[in-house]
């Protein structure tokens, strides 16, 4: 069965510093991996995904992630954290077709970026 | 996302009554999900339909059923609420490739009392 670990519950950075967001996931086959973001009281918004290619995925909002197959992870990451980027993250992972698209989430890291 | 909407947008019920949740989406996808979030726990798939007469049941469908009345509406129904139900439900959609996101709803706050 495929499953996500986000290892940090929340992130704290300061504005303007780097952020980033670990995720680490595992499959059996190969992976499709997904970041999603929530702004409270809001849905998931889709920020970026992988799905075959270049390791380095540029997504919405400034924010970029790097697929390592051999560590298994697709850590999300921004050069220059804004306040705004305050929210709860969600790495995801969905095996192929055969697996049905389902897909499986970590459990969320909180980001607080402090002025 | 205004593609896809989900009503009440907040229910308080009590414990044994019938609760239904209602989805709509206007971006004509087939494919449509049920989830389940809990703090600490991410979101959790309840059912999926692939299309109207393809119902599938999720990770944590104990509990819940649901109906795909068309291609646009997808229902969840708690037929008896209990407290541990209590949570933020949200329905999502996508194409049929599996290569692309899923779109999701605002989001259903439940509580049960």
């Known amino acids: 069965a495929q499953s996500v670990a986000q290892p940090e519950d929340q992130v704290n950075v300061a504005e303007g510093n780097p952020l980033t967001v670990k995720c680490t996931y595992s499959?059996?086959?190969?992976?499709?991996l997904f970041w999603y973001v929530q702004y409270p009281n809001r849905g998931l918004q889709f920020l970026l995904k992988y799905i075959t290619g270049d390791n380095l995925v540029k997504g919405s909002y400034g924010f970029e992630a790097e697929f390592n197959k051999s560590q298994t992870s697709f850590h999300l990451k921004k050069p220059s954290a804004l306040v705004s980027d305050s929210a709860l993250y969600f790495c995801a992972v969905r095996e192929g077709r055969a697996a049905g698209n389902k897909l499986t989430f970590g459990g969320g890291t909180r980001v607080l970026v402090k002025p | 996302d205004a593609d896809v909407t989900q009503t009440p947008r907040n229910r308080i019920t009590k414990t044994g009554k019938r609760i239904m949740l209602e989805c709509s989406q206007t971006k004509g996808h087939d494919r449509m999900y049920w989830y389940r979030q809990d703090p600490g726990l991410g979101l959790r798939l309840i059912y999926y339909s692939f299309d109207v007469k393809d119902i599938n049941k999720g990770e944590i469908s104990d509990g819940y059923s649901v109906s795909r009345q068309a291609q646009a509406k997808f229902s969840l129904s708690l037929e008896s609420a209990i407290p541990n139900q209590t949570a933020l439900y949200f329905c999502?959609?996508?194409?049929?490739?599996?290569?692309?996101?899923?779109?999701f709803g605002p989001g259903t706050r439940l509580t049960v009392l």
């Open positions: 999502a959609t996508s194409d049929p490739t599996g290569y692309n996101e899923q779109f």
């Open positions: 499959v059996s086959g190969n992976p499709y």
